[in-house]
């Protein structure tokens, strides 16, 4: 009972519980389309069917020119201009999608060039998609400065559901294949993706004044945080990118396997994060900053004490799961794990220096991850095969983390237990949770207190 009144809560805790729950669903629909497509394309078969849809979302990813947290921050800062803000943001990712489609026709085929002509193919017609995929990430953008989280958590979670539908009518059918699992996974999202742009068109009228004016506001900060978002796509896609070049498709699906399960940790991250940067964007310096530190702790805590369960769980869970063919994704795993929440902490911290208006030292820590990434992969992976992708995020993270407490250390004046768990973060949850009654201001003036 106590849960659900959390649920229902419209304050920051209650929308960070939303998402959580939400993530904890899409993480669940993810390893049942996952355990479908591992078991009935086995480890060559999922690293193939990796390769052919995995483009979209990263080209996508890659031109957004900070625009996400562009839209969340000023949309925060400027309700009065919300209209403008977003409709110049659709101008603008339709046109960037575009160019970025015709870029990856150009480099795709040859990096591809070890698999079927007819899965090229397919990989090249995908990159249409590209557009829409951008599109997707700004209406999420749309939604969490409007807080329309519960939104937000549908059309994250609506896709993964007709996804594993159309994948149980394949399997039911016999017509389980690379080409039709991949049709499964990139389909869904368009209807929804299109129906959220003209909800919010309805909203804010695709007439508004001013636009030349809201997309230079949007491309002074994105340019900013931009390399944070590029170097953060890079640094998450490097691996896989860098494996269908360097190892052979059923390396690659061994791999996905053992880094699907290492991500279930982002479940609470990125929960953390979609509340803490819009909600810190509307604070004074240092209360963000007390507020990220809080936040930090808390999760911290909570991530170590998930990792010690999946570490002992997951291994077993992975061969009765998906089979004795994939019993090499478990060490695999133990190292992803760690990485993955080294990693995590390193970006909940970061949301800090987002949220002030100082991107720029976000986007060195991703930067930084991104080469050293790119680095260790290949120089230990074509020696140590798989493994030795998942020891060089290991370690990259690690640097990573290191240098964010030096520079809260050295740039805010900060000691070192600042970065510790403490009684009063345990009192501030117990109090947080005995919140029902608060209006959502209220609620924000508790945290960042």
């Not at 969340?72 to 960037?96: D, E, I």
């Not at 063919?325 to 902490?345: C, D, K, M, N």
Request: net charge positive.
């Amino acid at each position: 009972m106590a849960l659900l009144n959390v649920l229902k809560r419209k304050d920051s805790f209650g929308y960070m519980a939303q998402i959580f729950a939400s993530n904890v669903f899409i993480l669940v629909l993810n390893m049942l389309t996952g355990i479908i497509v591992a078991r009935y394309l086995g480890p060559e078969g999922r690293g193939e069917q990796a390769a052919m849809i995995m483009w979209p979302q990263l080209l996508s990813y890659i031109v957004t020119l900070g625009l996400p947290s562009s839209i969340v921050y000023y949309m925060k800062q400027k309700r009065s201009k919300q209209g403008s803000l977003y409709v110049a943001s659709l101008w603008m990712c339709f046109t960037l999608g575009i160019f970025s489609m015709i870029g990856g026709l150009f480099f795709l085929p040859e990096w591809m060039k070890g698999y079927s002509p007819g899965k090229v193919e397919f990989a090249c017609w995908a990159l249409i998609l590209i557009p829409f995929s951008l599109l997707g990430v700004i209406n999420n953008a749309a939604l969490q400065a409007r807080e329309e989280y519960r939104l937000y958590n549908r059309i994250r979670y609506l896709p993964n559901i007709i996804t594993l539908v159309l994948l149980g009518v394949m399997v039911v059918s016999g017509h389980v294949n690379s080409f039709y699992s991949s049709a499964a996974y990139l389909a869904p999202t368009l209807p929804i993706t299109l129906w959220t742009m003209i909800r919010l068109l309805r909203i804010y009228s695709i007439k508004q004044k001013d636009i030349i004016g809201s997309s230079k506001q949007l491309v002074q900060y994105g340019i900013r945080s931009y390399g944070t978002d590029l170097a953060g796509t890079l640094s998450f896609y490097i691996d896989q990118v860098l494996v269908v070049g360097l190892l052979s498709p059923a390396s690659l699906g061994i791999y996905l396997v053992a880094l699907s399960l290492a991500k279930m940790l982002d479940v609470i991250q990125s929960s953390v994060v979609s509340v803490l940067f819009p909600q810190a964007s509307g604070l004074e310096r240092e209360e963000a900053i007390r507020l990220t530190l809080k936040v930090y702790r808390i999760s911290t805590v909570i991530t170590l004490v998930f990792v010690a369960s999946v570490i002992l769980l997951a291994p077993y869970a992975l061969l009765i799961l998906y089979g004795r063919s994939y019993e090499g994704a478990i060490p695999v795993f133990r190292v992803l794990v760690l990485s993955t929440a080294v990693a995590s902490a390193t970006w909940t911290l970061a949301q800090g220096y987002m949220a002030t208006d100082k991107p720029g030292r976000a986007t060195l820590l991703k930067v930084l991850s991104l080469f050293m990434n790119a680095l260790f992969i290949n120089i230990f992976t074509p020696h140590l095969g798989i493994i030795g992708a998942a020891y060089s995020l290991l370690l990259s993270a690690f640097v990573n983390f290191l240098l964010i407490l030096f520079l809260y250390s050295y740039e805010m004046k900060l000691k070192w237990s600042s970065f510790f768990y403490d009684k009063e973060d345990w009192i501030w949850m117990k109090e947080m949770l005995r919140n029902r009654g608060r209006r959502p201001k209220e609620s924000s003036e508790a945290i960042s207190g």
